[in-house]
């Protein structure tokens, strides 16, 4: 890891971590990262142990992790048994979810197959068009009671 001096302000902080500024802030909001120090300035300062930790999570968030995923990481500690093991499940879940979302990808790829092949354009009426216009009606009818919409990884 880096130092600890806070001397970088949030421009140079998102150049460094990759991480855009933006980001950073939400990053403190969603308490992932500690709000960075005040200069003088009232100027939000970060440190290189700040930016070491920006960069561990744009490298989560690019493997797809959670910001829970994110955090529950960012808590262990490097050096102990126990939490080694806990980073083996929290990763072990997120491959479970990668492989899921590979299973939902692949029927979503068949699915726009199924629809592609409706039309190959030199009809009188796009057959995809009017696919999809069908699927429309056919969702306004009302739904289920008591059915959860599908829970998003985020």
Not at 50 to 64: N, T
Request: net charge neutral; aromatic share 4%; with cysteine.
């Amino acid at each position: 890891m880096s130092d600890t001096t806070a001397c970088h302000r949030i421009g140079e902080a998102a150049r460094r971590s990759g991480v855009s500024a933006a980001n950073i802030r939400y990053y403190e909001k969603e308490g992932l990262l500690a709000p960075g120090s005040r200069g003088s300035n009232s100027y939000r300062l970060y440190s290189g142990a700040d930016i070491h930790q920006l960069r561990f999570i744009r490298l989560c968030r690019a493997m797809d992790m959670s910001l829970d995923e994110v955090r529950t990481l960012l808590a262990l500690d490097l050096a102990s048994k126990a939490d080694c093991d806990a980073a083996c499940v929290a990763l072990d879940g997120h491959l479970d979810h990668v492989r899921t979302r590979l299973h939902e990808l692949q029927a979503l790829e068949q699915d726009l197959l199924a629809l592609r092949n409706r039309c190959d354009g030199t009809g009188g009426h796009c057959g995809i068009i009017e696919a999809l216009h069908a699927q429309a009606d056919a969702q306004s009818l009302p739904a289920a009671p008591n059915v959860a919409p599908p829970k998003r990884h985020v």
